[in-house]
Every structure is written in C-alpha cells, then in structure tokens.
C-alpha cells in the first residue's frame, strides 16, 4: 500500500434528486425521489430531505410514498445525468489518465500517476479543488475521500458525506478501522454481515481478532482471505483506467403483466433496437445476444445465441432475439423484459446470410403491416406514424422538461384525465407559477433540459478555479477565511464561501481528517 494518501474517491451527493433540485427552484430543499412511478417501481435517488423520513435507494415506490407523502416524485431523466457525469468525469481526467469510473456519479482517481499529488498536502489541496470545480460547472456537490487505497478512499468519501472531505492518513487505518461495522467493508453484505453476527464478529477489529483460519472456516477460503486482509487495511488494487464494458443492455419493467404473444414479440424487437443505438452510440458491436424474461411469477429466464461474428446491425440483433423467445413460454404474463449484447468488440464483421435473412423478414413484415392497435403497443413513447391519426392522449412523465409557445420553459408536475400540470421556472429563475393544459395541447411540446448551471462567456484561459473564491493563481485553493473548525468532531472543517452557483443544492458540509 502507497505511503501517501494520493488515492481518491469521488462520489456525488444524492446525484440524480441533487441534478432535479438544482434543475428545479421550487424543490430545492424540499424532499425529491426520483425512480420509477408505475406500482412496480423503486427509488433510484432520493434526495437528503427524503432520506430524513427513511426514503432510501432501492426501495419500492409504493413504500416510499406511504414514508414520504409529500415528497416530489419524478422519472429519471437519464439524458441529463450523463451529460453532466461526463463534465465530472472531464475534471476527474484533467487530474489524472487514471480515472476508474464505477458509475455515472462515482469513481476512483490515481492522483500519484497524474502528478497532481505526493503527500497529505497536495493530494488536499487537489481535493479542494476538485470539490470546487465541480460545484463550478455543475452546480452539484460531491464528497471526496483520500487514501492510500481504493477501499478506504471509498469509506473516507462515505464518512465525508454530504458535501465534505475526509482524508485517511498513512499509518492510521487500523485504528479508524477497528470500531467500524462488519458492513463496512467491501463485500460484506446483508447475508455476510448475520453470519459474522452469528459468531459473535461485529466490528471491523473483531475480524482482525477472530484470526485469517476462523474466517476461511466461517466464509470460505476466497472471500475469508480476502475479508481478514481489508480488516488489515491491506488493499493493493490498482486504479484501473477505462474499464472494458463487458456487455449492453436495455430492459423494461411492466406495470401490468403482458399476456399477448404478439404484443411480447413487438416489445422485444423494440428493445432490441434499442439496444443496438447504444451498442452504436458506444462505438461498439457484439456476438452473443441474450434475451432476459421475467416471468408473472418472478421466474426469471435468460437465453442467449453467439452469432458467427460481432454485429452491429438492428435487423441482426432483431432476428436473434425473436429466434431466442421463441423457446420461452410466456403464456402465464411477462412482467419484464431485456436484450443484451455482449462478447463485444469495437469492429463488425457482417454476418451477410442473416442480414439477408433480416431483410426477407423484414419485407414479409412490411407486406403483413400490424394493425394500429399494435403498433401503438409497440411504441408507446414514439409519435405518430406516416398517415395515422395521433393518440388521444400524449403522455407527459412527471419531471420531464417542456417548453409552452406562450408561458416558455417549465417541467411536468403532473398528468392525467385529459390535463398536464406545469411549473414554469428554469435553473436560474426564482421557483415559478404552475399551469394546466390539455395534454393535447398543440402549444405544449416536450424539450430537452437546460443546462444546471447558465453558461456565459468566458475569458480565454479561464478555468473554474479562476472564478472560485479562495482559489490562488496556480490554482490550488488557499486557506479559507470564512472556514471554521467544529468543536467535538475532530478536525472537521467548515466552510461556506461567499459565492455560490445559483443552481446549489444539497446539504452543506466541509472537510475533515482522520488524524490531528
């Protein structure tokens, strides 16, 4: 293990509520979930304020709403989050070429290999500004842990939360260790954690105590070597560097099981296309297509089929995934649904005889056209065919961004019987008047989001550490002057500088260290 604390973990603060307040005025401060809303749904973020009524991630939808009536309930907006994770992740690599994304709002940086940092001070320093950057250019916070290794980087950012930082020094791991919970450590989970309860292991210092042979005895001989070394604060794993994707995927949960084996074939090669523009849109192609079905009795069942070369091509993918259900009894209802490539490769070798075969389908297709009936199942969310009558009704996703000819931009509150709610503000407004349309109103039209933070002119050679209060000319952070140490909580620092984006959100926090 390194003999300075130049590993660091960043981990963003309740990123995907955080990214719908700082988009939202009217929720800042006010409890947010974000997940799916159907009666099948589960809380993908939920923001601190929801947290404080024990809304947690993961959670069903239906559960969270009996624990958080008023809280504001909204889908993800995925489009978003990615396009701010990639600012993130911009600052992450200007630090260092040894940045290991673990998520869209977490990963590892080697601040050592990208010479940002050689001992306590600078990997501090760099810390700080990583922080302030971050809340710069996304108006977000995060949490920063610093480390001589991955596993306690990541508890320290855990311990930094929200909105803080907390660096672990050399020579002081087993004694912050040692009180811990079992559950802190990597790998340790529900299940693991009630065995060790059962042999009287609770805390971290309890493993180191309880001896490397009780553990392999206990769990194993992989994971009870492994366990008993990270109880040892022994951790080598190296900062890995743009991962490989192993596979791509796409599934969706249904609120009502589906029984049609029309409407199950339509749904798979909607998924399937689906799938594909992303293989595409990474670069990517594949082998094996895997279909995933999920059963009305929570059976789940997966079949795959390696073609002869990596394809990129939708008609391939389609054709694999039909061949695949078709040996999948779905007679009882469907709940869920997925299509998946992997074996990838970032080249495609074009299989012509099913692509032939593709196009043949395809043609019979076109000559058996569906009725519109089906063809509305098959794409809910697409518009209007050539020539078709548009639906009734247009859907609107609660949060989701819309722009009205008259009143501007706004997002959906809500929708139903023929009405949509709407909250007109944007990031930089104050919180704004809501209004009801017809969801068929032809003034209304769906949007894409607006930037968290108001994008204005910079001057050449301007970073955001230039515009951050307390940031010095080589842009390394200075000593704060508002900062202030809190008694009772070892070193914990903290600050509040006089300038903040407008779209802030999230609780406040500061800095800290494991030792004096």
Request: glycine share 10%; proline share 7%; with cysteine.
């Amino acid at each position: 293990m390194r003999t300075a604390p130049t590993i660091l973990h960043l981990d963003m603060d309740a990123f995907f509520a955080s990214a719908e307040q700082a988009s939202k005025p009217s929720l800042r401060g006010k409890a947010v979930v974000v997940g799916g809303l159907g009666p099948r749904g589960v809380v993908s973020t939920a923001s601190y304020e929801a947290r404080v009524f024990g809304v947690n991630s993961a959670m069903p939808m239906a559960q969270a709403r009996r624990r958080a009536p008023n809280a504001a309930y909204l889908v993800p907006r995925f489009g978003l989050y990615r396009e701010v994770s990639e600012q993130v992740m911009g600052l992450l690599r200007a630090l260092s070429p040894l940045v290991e994304p673990l998520s869209l709002d977490e990963a590892f940086v080697d601040l050592e290999a990208g010479g940002t940092a050689w001992d306590e001070r600078s990997a501090r320093l760099a810390g700080a500004k990583l922080r302030a950057d971050i809340r710069a250019v996304t108006g977000l916070t995060g949490s920063v842990g610093l480390a001589a290794s991955k596993m306690l980087a990541k508890i320290a950012s855990e311990q930094a939360k929200p909105d803080g930082l907390v660096v672990i020094d050399p020579g002081t791991e087993r004694e912050l260790l040692g009180p811990m919970s079992v559950r802190t450590l990597p790998g340790v989970g529900p299940a693991t954690g009630d065995h060790l309860r059962r042999a009287g292991i609770t805390t971290v210092e309890e493993i180191a105590e309880a001896g490397e042979d009780e553990l392999v005895r206990l769990l194993g001989k992989a994971h009870g070597h492994a366990l008993f070394a990270m109880a040892l604060a022994r951790d080598d794993r190296p900062v890995v560097s743009d991962r490989e994707a192993k596979s791509v995927s796409v599934e969706d949960t249904y609120d009502v099981d589906i029984h049609d084996r029309v409407r199950v074939g339509l749904e798979v090669q909607r998924l399937a296309d689906r799938c594909v523009r992303r293989l595409r849109g990474a670069g990517l192609s594949g082998r094996t297509i895997v279909l995933k079905v999920r059963r009305y009795d929570f059976s789940t069942l997966t079949r795959s089929e390696t073609l002869r070369g990596p394809t990129d091509d939708p008609g391939v993918v389609q054709e694999a995934a039909a061949r695949l259900l078709e040996g999948v009894d779905t007679t009882g209802g469907v709940r869920l649904l997925g299509v998946g490539v992997s074996g990838l490769a970032d080249y495609t070798q074009e299989d012509l005889f099913a692509q032939a075969q593709a196009q043949a389908h395809a043609e019979a297709a076109a000559a058996a056209e569906p009725s519109a009936e089906e063809h509305d199942q098959a794409e809910p969310d697409m518009g209007p065919a050539a020539g078709k009558e548009p639906p009734a009704e247009r859907r609107w996703s609660a949060g989701h961004d819309v722009r009205h000819a008259e009143f501007g931009y706004g997002w959906v509150q809500g929708s139903g019987l023929g009405r949509v709610t709407v909250r007109f503000e944007t990031p930089y407004s104050e919180p704004g008047r809501v209004r009801t349309f017809r969801t068929d109103d032809p003034r209304l039209e769906p949007a894409d989001p607006l930037p968290l933070v108001e994008r204005r002119p910079e001057e050449p050679g301007r970073t955001p550490a230039d515009v951050e209060p307390g940031a010095s000319e080589g842009g390394a952070p200075e000593s704060d002057p508002t900062a202030r140490v809190v008694p009772g909580a070892g070193d914990q620092v903290s600050s509040d500088p006089a300038s903040r984006p407008k779209s802030r959100s999230g609780g406040g926090g500061g800095d800290a260290t494991s030792s004096p």
